[in-house]
């Protein structure tokens, strides 16, 4: 019924920029609160950055004052400018969309697939 689609991953070199979007298509009424996850090889899933409905952001010290999360509404998008990349950046970063559905009304988690970041040293 949703879809999470992202891109903009890639290979970087370290202290290098991307930024990664990800976009909701479906039955969506609205959506509440967006973030966006990181898993590297061997370790667990982890919270990079995250953004309400209204703006409010967080994000993980790791990655604070290099990274920005913001989103646009109107287009069911949220984005993550990621600057001063470092090799320990380097993961795959999903997104996460908590969406309530026009179908229910009721709210649901969903994930996308990942798009591979890799930071060269």
């Given at each position: 019924?949703?879809?999470l ?25 609205s959506?509440?609160?967006?973030d ?7 370790k ?20 604070k ?24 950046d ?32």
């Amino acid at each position: 019924q949703v879809q999470l689609v992202e891109s903009g991953g890639g290979l970087v070199q370290a202290g290098g920029s991307l930024r990664l979007s990800c976009a909701a298509s479906g039955s969506i009424f609205s959506i509440n609160d967006m973030d966006w996850y990181r898993q590297a090889p061997g370790k667990q899933r982890e919270l990079v950055a995250g953004i309400s409905s209204g703006g409010r952001t967080k994000y993980a010290d790791s990655v604070k004052g290099r990274f920005t999360i913001s989103r646009d509404n109107a287009k069911n998008t949220v984005y993550l400018q990621m600057n001063s990349l470092k090799p320990e950046d380097t993961a795959v970063y999903l997104c996460n969309g908590h969406i309530v559905l026009s179908t229910d009304h009721f709210q649901y988690s969903y994930w996308g697939q990942g798009t591979q970041v890799t930071v060269s040293s």
